[in-house]
């Protein structure tokens, strides 16, 4: 599957943004799929994932309450919802996809195969 993201760009702390995630090539309702990040000189972490049927997600603590991560099987899209932004969300932000029969506790990179190429963030205080 390849994955198209979009919607990165400037704001200002306490704003919101909504990334899209779109996906070709491949059957999108048996993919779980999820949106990592990495800020300079990190490690790429999760922050939100989400399951093959949208039933299950998984947020990382600093992100919760904040962020949501729906997906539209109809429209092969996965989207994260950002909402009170803070200037540590800055980053670049990858979509990734994952086939497998289960949904991991704690997503990680190794649970995904397919990436797309990336959208900055970039949160001003």
């Known amino acids: 599957v390849q994955l198209q993201a979009s919607g990165g760009g400037l ?3 306490g704003g919101s943004l909504r990334l899209s995630c779109a996906a070709s090539g491949g ?3 048996t993919y779980h799929m999820a949106w990592f990040r990495q800020a300079p000189g990190k490690e790429r972490d999760i922050a939100a ?3 093959r049927s949208g039933g299950t997600t998984y947020y990382t603590d ?3 309450g904040r962020f949501t991560i729906p997906r539209d099987n109809t ?3 996965v989207y994260l919802q950002m909402n009170s932004l803070k ?3 800055t980053a670049v932000y990858y ?3 994952a086939r ?3 949904f991991a506790d704690v997503p990680g990179t190794e649970n995904f195969a397919s990436w797309g190429q990336g959208t900055l963030v970039t949160v001003s205080s």
């Open 100 to 102: 497998s029969p289960y």
């Open 75 to 77: 429209k092969n899209t």
């Open 49 to 51: 994932a989400i399951s």
């Open 87 to 89: 200037p540590g969300d």
């Open 62 to 64: 600093s992100v919760k």
């Open 11 to 13: 704001v200002q702390a």
């Open 95 to 97: 979509c990734a996809a």
């Open 27 to 29: 059957a999108f309702s």
